[in-house]
């Protein structure tokens, strides 16, 4: 079973949404980058996630999101578009806060689980958990999914510790 193969089974899909949603960015010829979980594994043991958290070029949204409309179902909130699929269990989130807009220029290509995409460079990615995990409004258990991931990065590869804000240094430490 390929790494695909795999990440198509345990989300129950139906239809490879990922590679339909990548398709999507081609087609309009946006810029991206993954951030958030699958990101994360671009730089260390891979965990499975049902999310796809994505940054797309401002300029492009609207037009990716017409792409892609019959594939999904799209609801627009403050500070995200949703996408889902009755064909599959994964969720694509488009994060339109601005601050991740500069993850975009600095993003490289990696493959994550079979999937050959646009990756927030690893600084970039440590920094969206940061804000996640230091975002009190989010669920409990969202914020610790986020501070396990920032562990994650900080076992592999020790030099980002620097980036972490003191709060977050003496819990890992």
Not at 14 to 24: K, M, P, S, V, W
């Amino acid at each position: 079973m390929t790494k695909k193969e795999f990440l198509r089974a345990v989300s129950g899909g139906e239809e490879d949404i990922i590679q339909i949603f990548l398709d999507g960015l081609s087609t309009v010829d946006s810029d991206y980058c993954v951030i958030g979980g699958l990101a994360v594994n671009a730089y260390t043991d891979p965990v499975v996630s049902l999310d796809l958290d994505i940054v797309v070029a401002v300029t492009n949204i609207e037009a990716v999101c017409e792409t892609v409309e019959s594939h999904f179902k799209i609801e627009h909130f403050p500070h995200s578009i949703n996408m889902t699929s009755d064909k599959s269990d994964l969720r694509i989130q488009l994060q339109i806060d601005q601050r991740y807009q500069d993850f975009i220029p600095r993003a490289t290509m990696h493959t994550v689980l079979g999937y050959e995409m646009n990756v927030a460079s690893m600084e970039d990615v440590l920094q969206g958990k940061i804000w996640a995990y230091s975002d009190e409004q989010r669920r409990k258990s969202k914020r610790q999914k986020d501070l396990a991931d920032i562990i994650r990065l900080i076992e592999d590869h020790p030099c980002l510790t620097r980036q972490l804000p003191d709060s977050i240094r003496k819990i890992i430490e």
